[in-house]
T-cell receptor
Framework: AQSVTQPDIHITVSEGASLELRCNYS??????LFWYVQSPGQGLQLLLK??????LVQGIKGFEAEFKRSQSSFNLRKPSVHWSDAAEYFC????????FGAGTRLTVKP | DGGITQSPKYLFRKEGQNVTLSCEQN?????MYWYRQDPGQGLRLIYY???????QKGDIAEGYSVSREKKESFPLTVTSAQKNPTAFYLC??????????????FGSGTRLTVV
């Protein structure tokens, strides 16, 4: 069965700094990978998804992610973080049903 | 606008009570899902349904029940057999068949607390 690991439980970055959130997956076939964002007390919103083709995918809110098959990774990046990006971020892999990582909480310092 | 509506937003349950969480979608999605979210554990799948009148257990189905009598609706009942029901519950929906389209749409959640 597929699984996802997000190694960082909590990350703090300064506003304007770059961001990279790590995600490693385990899946025997071609993975379908997703990043979601969750604001406190809310549901999850899809940021971006990868199915095939170009390994660098663009999403909403200025986020991008790069699929690296050799490293089984799908890391999320943003060049310049805004205070409104503070939230919890979930990586997910789908191979039938969707499996989520435990999440990374992002704090943005002024 | 299309979306998923979960109600109520907050729910309090007494020991030994059954409670039902509502989930309604107007996206014409075939599949619907229930997840439980606890701090530091991500989302765990409780039940999912691909079509009307059919559903499958997820990883943590014990103490929960569901029904899928209409395409739009997928209510979750938390029974008295669920010993630790305090959590945030999320409902989601998606198309079914093509994994390429399988981005989920989530509701805004129901926070259930045992009192």
């Amino acid at each position: 069965a597929q699984s996802v690991t997000q190694p960082d439980i909590h990350i703090t970055v300064s506003e304007g700094a770059s961001l990279e959130l790590r995600c490693n997956y385990s899946y025997g076939a071609t993975p379908y990978l997703f990043w979601y964002v969750q604001s406190p007390g809310q549901g999850l919103q899809l940021l971006l998804k990868y199915f095939s083709g170009d390994t660098l995918v663009q999403g909403i809110k200025g986020f991008e992610a790069e699929f690296k098959r050799s490293q089984s990774s799908f890391n999320l990046r943003k060049p310049s973080v805004h205070w409104s990006d503070a939230a919890e971020y979930f990586c997910a892999v789908s191979g039938g049903d969707m499996r989520f990582g435990a999440g990374t909480r992002l704090t943005v310092k002024p | 606008d299309g979306g998923i509506t979960q109600s109520p937003k907050y729910l309090f349950r007494k020991e030994g009570q059954n409670v039902t969480l509502s989930c309604e979608q107007n996206l014409n999605h075939d599949a619907m899902y229930w997840y439980r979210q606890d701090p530091g554990q991500g989302l765990r799948l409780i039940y999912y349904s691909q079509i009307v009148n059919d559903f499958q257990k997820g990883d943590i189905a014990e103490g929960y029940s569901v029904s899928r009598e209409k395409k739009e609706s997928f209510p979750l009942t938390v029974t008295s057999a669920q010993k630790n029901p305090t959590a945030f519950y999320l409902c989601a929906s998606s198309v079914w068949g093509s994994l390429a389209d399988r981005g989920y749409t989530f509701g805004s959640g129901t926070r259930l607390t045992v009192v």
